[in-house]
């Protein structure tokens, strides 16, 4: 690499996208109810203007992959990126609900094309394992520096210079990404020998965007109702149908090989698990300190930044320490400091200081970052050059699942339990379960400093 500045210019550049990606998730909630009065959306349409965008990201993560894979990833990143940009601009000037409703769905499916090829285009411009490191670290990093300064930036935006702004930011963001893409990232390589397998992209789609419909009801809803059992059951369906299409396919989407792995299904249940601790929680504490404490949306955001400044701090340290210990110790503390910080949470009592809180979110957000380094690792060296793409889409699937699971047992537990401090501290030792859960997992799935296997080998028919 020429230069220090010019190495890091392809992580800056899919950071930049990545960051917009997830900002989107967070950022638009305490823009919705100005939104709704101005736009006169019905209580539907505000949720649409919020699900819609995630429903369709989750559900075309694993297509996104596929198709990186398949025509190269540097051009399907490109693409979204501009897809995404366009829609914001889109979003921001949209005259009603419906049309702002349209634009969100496009927007969300801008981000599945992101997303995949983000980790793979980090692989492919830092193929040093130390680097990539360090580089999957801050990639990490961005996720939860997004989710937690949404609430910050958008009420700091919306008391401003208005809601439109929530999208508009995306624009230079956007177009700063694209140019950088195309200078400074190689181009990556292309298979179009490989067939895409649109029964089982139309399956996933379907089990991905059924299950984050229902887990979203859940929490508004209830779990016993029949909407949200019925997704719930269809969208069983459609990953058994998923996984029936996989095994008869000749070129499947997610090769039986990759699956069988212990250090990429292990990898992909481990990001679920940290995702739902993280998510759940910053959603909890969001309703916590704005219902209960009565925060404004900007006080919110000031109260979250103790997580978020640990992200950052946390995932550059990760990616310097990997090189002497690997990936197994890193994954295994961050969870078990994580789990102690939400169990510190929920054992600090039914109206605790806010002073109280501030060590266990720091806790919290510095372990998940800490442990996002090494599973990131663990998941895409598990996988063939070939499957990049699909590796990280499975990845990052796996990982909105888990933030949906947690956002909606978050929600649906402050909502049944007898009064609010209950439901919270449920929630809380629930995610602290969570973090222990995934520390055990990494201590059997993550390889050892010294033992890391190569890429799962992957027969011709996909197998």
Not at 88 to 108: H, K, T, Y
Not at 405 to 411: C, D, E, P, S
Request: glycine share 12%; with cysteine; net charge positive.
């Amino acid at each position: 690499m020429p230069s220090a500045r010019r190495s890091w210019a392809p992580l800056l550049a899919v950071c930049a996208g990545y960051f917009m990606v997830i900002l989107d998730v967070t950022v638009i909630n305490v823009a919705v109810p100005v939104i709704g009065r101005e736009l006169s959306a019905s209580l539907t349409g505000i949720q649409w203007i919020t699900d819609g965008y995630t429903l369709v990201f989750a559900g075309f993560l694993l297509t996104g992959g596929a198709l990186g894979d398949r025509v190269g990833n540097r051009r399907v990143f490109c693409t979204g990126v501009a897809v995404f940009t366009v829609s914001s601009a889109a979003c921001a000037l949209a005259p009603s609900a419906p049309f702002l409703v349209v634009a969100r769905l496009v927007e969300g499916l801008g981000a599945a094309l992101i997303v995949p090829g983000s980790l793979a285009l980090l692989q492919q411009a830092y193929p040093e394992k130390a680097v990539r490191s360090r580089a999957f670290g801050l990639w990490g990093s961005m996720a939860g520096i997004a989710a937690s300064a949404g609430p910050l930036l958008g009420g700091l935006l919306v008391s401003t210079v208005g809601w439109r702004w929530v999208f508009l930011i995306n624009l230079p963001v956007g177009a700063a990404c694209l140019a950088l893409t195309l200078r400074h990232v190689g181009r990556s390589p292309r298979r179009a020998d490989r067939p895409l397998d649109w029964p089982a992209q139309c399956a996933v789609v379907a089990a991905v965007a059924l299950l984050t419909g229902a887990l979203n009801e859940a929490g508004r809803r209830g779990w016993s109702d029949p909407a949200v059992l019925a997704g719930l059951g269809l969208a069983v369906l459609a990953a058994a149908a998923f996984a029936l299409r996989e095994r008869l396919a000749r070129s499947p989407v997610l090769p039986l090989g990759l699956l069988r792995s212990r250090a990429m299904s292990g990898g992909a249940v481990i990001g679920l698990l940290f995702n739902f601790g993280f998510y759940g929680m910053v959603f909890t504490a969001s309703l916590e300190f704005q219902h209960q404490r009565g925060f404004s949306a900007l006080g919110t955001g000031l109260a979250l930044f103790p997580a978020v400044a640990m992200t950052m701090f946390a995932s550059v340290l990760s990616g310097r320490l990997t090189r002497r210990t690997g990936d197994r110790p890193l994954v295994v503390s961050g969870m078990l400091l994580a789990a102690l910080g939400l169990a510190g949470w929920a054992a600090a009592g039914a109206d605790p200081a806010y002073a109280l809180l501030v060590l266990p979110m720091m806790a919290a957000g510095f372990g998940t970052s800490f442990a996002l380094t090494g599973s990131t690792a663990t998941v895409m060296g598990a996988a063939p050059e070939a499957y990049s793409g699909a590796a990280s889409a499975l990845f990052n699937t796996t990982r909105q699942v888990g933030s949906a699971t947690g956002v909606a047992l978050g929600g649906s537990l402050l909502a049944s339990a007898t009064d609010y401090s209950t439901g919270i501290r449920t929630s809380m030792f629930i995610g602290a379960f969570a973090y222990l859960a995934a520390a055990g997992l990494a201590w059997r799935c993550v390889p050892a400093k010294g033992a890391v296997p190569g890429p799962e080998p992957v027969s011709s028919d996909g197998r």
